[in-house]
């Protein structure tokens, strides 16, 4: 395998369409003066989608450790039956890494984003990812997916060490 650095995006609500939604204060979105005008609300921003066999929503928080760059790809994940959502609770940015939600991992479809402070996303249910990716410093996450019944495995997983796939800073 001839190693490949893959280039890092912005991440931007279009960009990202193919792979589930990006969470921020968005220009695009809906939003609604509320509060008697002390907030404003940047209205249903993520499809959450967890129904999957009897699935329900799962509030957690990551306690993430940083990652150092140059990095070499370790693993591809997917979860068949949910959505899940990162959002960072600190201003660093962090990467993503996503394939289209197709059964078998597309290698040459694999791009990376840089998600700024103050943008999550939210990755559609069967969308590939690689683990959560943080940068600089510990820091804390809010995620949102899909709590079910055992033995309804939500999770595929594919090494993919050996396609030497790099991400640089
Ligand atoms: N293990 C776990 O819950 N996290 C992964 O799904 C991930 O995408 O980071
Ligand atoms: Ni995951």
């Not at 650095?5 to 990202?16: G, Q, Y």
């Not at 600190?90 to 394939?99: G, H, K, N, R």
């Not at 991992?105 to 943008?119: K, M, N, S, T, V």
Request: aromatic share 8%.
């Amino acid at each position: 395998m001839t190693p490949r650095t893959l280039p890092i995006e912005p991440l931007t609500p279009e960009a990202f369409a193919p792979f589930g939604d990006v969470i921020a204060a968005r220009a695009d979105a809906k939003t609604f003066a509320i509060n008697q005008g002390f907030a404003t609300r940047f209205h249903d921003l993520a499809r959450v989608d967890v129904g999957e066999e009897g699935g329900a929503v799962c509030v957690s928080i990551f306690q993430a450790r940083p990652r150092s760059l140059p990095m070499r790809l370790s693993i591809m994940e997917r979860h068949p039956l949910g959505s899940q959502a990162f959002v960072a609770m600190s201003e660093l940015p962090f990467l993503v890494v996503v394939a289209p939600p197709d059964t078998v991992l597309d290698l040459g479809a694999i791009r990376c984003f840089r998600a700024g402070p103050g943008q999550g996303v939210n990755y559609a249910r069967g969308v590939w990812h690689h683990p959560l990716i943080a940068l600089e410093r510990p820091s804390d996450f809010l995620v949102l997916d899909r709590a079910g019944a055992a033995g309804h495995s939500n999770l595929d997983e594919v090494d993919v060490q050996n396609a030497l796939l790099w991400v640089w800073n």
